[in-house]
């Protein structure tokens, strides 16, 4: 990722802050699940006044939303840690899609806030896409995939990715689907079924828990 201008002081405050609400509200979302969560405990956690909570997040809906994107971040920094020794940049793109649907339906801190998919979508667009739409972007210049707009594709993958992650949790589609679900949206990149169906299949590599450091 391009290096991010240099912080003034205040910015670099304000920018503290807002981690370390998130961080306590991931915590707390954790242990109780979103709804039992209140800001005050998420205030207190983060050794904080209520107010200070409210100054960054209009509601507790808002402060989810920046928990979740600061998840789906750390994901895809995760994937990008595995990914770099790919040669095949189609297998790059396959990796982080099957990355996301496992998580989506493992982690339960997706799974409180899956009923809300349009709101996750966006979110996922908004926090995963520099990753997701370079890697489209790349494959499409390798001749791997034939995509006119990797931001329109990627929207839209969001909503699939998410849409069969609510599914999964609620029992309405088994977890084996999931090799069907990523083939077909390989197959949206461009990419002919039977080469989609090998990268749904293949073996990859674990994703690691966490990044050292």
């Not at 499409?140 to 995939?145: D, E, L, M, P």
């Not at 849409?163 to 949206?185: C, F, S, W």
Request: proline share 4%; net charge negative; aromatic share 6%.
């Amino acid at each position: 990722m391009p290096e991010l201008p240099s912080e003034g002081r205040v910015a670099r405050r304000q920018r503290r802050t807002r981690e370390a609400l998130i961080h306590a509200a991931s915590a707390i979302m954790t242990e109780k699940g979103v709804d039992a969560a209140t800001m005050l405990e998420i205030a207190e956690r983060a050794d904080m006044g209520a107010g200070t909570v409210y100054n960054y997040f209009g509601s507790k809906d808002a402060l989810a939303v920046a928990v979740l994107e600061s998840l789906m971040q750390d994901l895809a920094r995760r994937i990008e840690s595995v990914t770099d020794a790919f040669e095949d940049s189609a297998r790059v793109y396959a990796f982080g899609l099957r990355s996301v649907l496992d998580t989506a339906t493992q982690d339960a801190r997706w799974g409180q806030m899956l009923h809300r998919s349009e709101v996750i979508a966006d979110a996922m667009y908004r926090a995963m896409g520099p990753f997701a739409i370079r890697d489209m972007e790349r494959a499409t210049a390798a001749g791997r995939f034939t995509i006119a707009d990797a931001g329109l594709n990627w929207r839209l993958t969001c909503h699939a990715l998410i849409g069969a992650a609510l599914l999964m949790t609620k029992g309405d589609l088994p977890l084996a689907a999931k090799p069907e679900v990523i083939t077909r949206l390989l197959c949206m990149t461009g990419l002919g079924l039977e080469s989609a169906q090998d990268l749904a299949h293949s073996d990859l590599p674990a994703l690691p828990a966490a990044l050292p450091g």
